[in-house]
């Protein structure tokens, strides 16, 4: 089915694990993000990428590390799992267009424990 | 500080209600978009508006873009429990495509 996976739903890891979460899309969106959804601070954008090959710092980008060798695919890594990084995490994407304003469309979230 | 406010943070009503949530800022946004999120799924875009005044609606939901584009407001008439989620207002800046989010007015409809 056409639309935006993530995976794994959920993860719980020990502090200084690497862990990374997988996005995958079926629409061919140029863009892809990824967010983290803590509460009191909504949603906050920690990487994106315009393109394969192109990624880009967010607001929160420190201890995660992005790659984008395929267009469809968009996968976050936690280099060393710290307790701060426990949240649960969305991956997006949108299509640019003439008149676009970044419309994004979300996966269904990986919630993520780091004991 | 946020950069766009929503109000209020928090809302319980009955059944029938109806009820208005705020999307307010300071800037000048070429773009506002809402989104509604279920408990455990992404959020979902529910429309956007681009020019100052815009009054859109969407079944039971109006939104209304401020005629400054600083502002919106998203108004549902007889609400109902399929309503209950976490509303989120969004926006895009003219001089960025990045999107500006709201922190959300979590909205539960009481039967």
């Known amino acids: 089915d056409a639309g935006i996976t993530q995976s794994p739903r959920y993860k719980i890891t020990e502090t200084g694990r690497q862990v990374t979460l997988m996005c995958h899309q079926t629409w061919s969106h140029s863009y892809m993000f990824w967010y983290r959804q803590d509460l009191g601070h909504g949603l906050r954008l920690i990487y994106y990428?315009?393109?394969?090959?192109?990624?880009d710092k967010g607001e929160v980008p420190d201890g995660y590390v992005v790659s984008r060798s395929k267009t469809e695919n968009f996968p976050l890594t936690l280099e060393s799992a710290t307790r701060s990084q426990t949240s649960v995490y969305f991956c997006?994407?949108?299509?640019?267009?003439?008149?676009?304003?970044?419309?994004?469309?979300f996966g269904p979230g990986t919630r993520l424990t780091v004991l | 500080t946020q950069l766009l406010e929503q109000s209020p943070q928090f809302l319980s009503i009955q059944e029938g209600e109806n009820l208005t949530v705020y999307c307010n800022s300071s800037?000048?946004?070429?773009?506002l978009q809402w989104y509604r999120q279920e408990p455990g799924e992404g959020p979902v875009l529910l429309v956007t508006v681009v020019t100052g005044g815009e009054v859109k609606k969407l079944k039971r939901l109006t939104f209304q873009f401020g005629d400054a584009r600083k502002d919106s407001s998203l108004h549902i008439t007889a609400a109902q429990p399929g309503d209950t989620g976490l509303y989120l207002c969004a926006g895009t800046l003219d001089s960025n495509y990045q999107l500006i989010w709201g922190a959300g007015t979590k909205l539960i409809i009481k039967p």
């Open positions: 997006a994407s949108s299509e640019w267009e003439e008149v676009s304003y970044n419309e994004q469309f």
């Open positions: 990428s315009a393109a394969a090959d192109i990624t």
């Open positions: 800037s000048v946004f070429s773009s």
